[in-house]
């Protein structure tokens, strides 16, 4: 899916990818860690910046000070887990910035994906399939057809069931 004013990094004419900046949006999920693989092995191969973000979904995005404490402590508790989830060796070929934000998760996802000029979003989706979130408007929906930029949504793979 494709936007008028989408930015794209593949150059039209020469067809050479200039890819800088990896967006992945991390809910600490299997899926959302299938999404973080690919955007690592990208960030190798383009040597491109790697930026993490989680975001807290809190109806008001009230400075930290204003979180009731057990709010604060899960803000914290997120951050740590971020930074945990990147294996060292990503920190030879990447520069990487994390950040956990609070509000809707399509919304925080978008705005920062704007900031930074991202030339990639790399995002799980999960639960009842695909199409019941796109049919309802799940945020994976709505950053895939609001994005500035191009989306790799990435869903493991249903095993296979042996009938007996």
Known sequence: MTHPNEREWVGKTTGEIDLNRILVALDFSLDSELAFS?????????????HLIHVMPYSSKDALKSMPPGEADAFHEAAERLQQSVPPEVFLWSKVYQVVRSGQPYREILMYAQDKEVD???MGVH??????HALFGSNSDRVLRQSPCPVLIA????PNVVEK
């Open 38 to 50: 690919y955007a690592t092995l990208l960030a190798q191969e383009y040597q491109a910046e790697l």
């Open 120 to 122: 990639l979003i790399c």
């Open 127 to 132: 639960g009842a399939g695909f199409a019941m």
């Open 155 to 158: 869903r493991p793979l249903k």
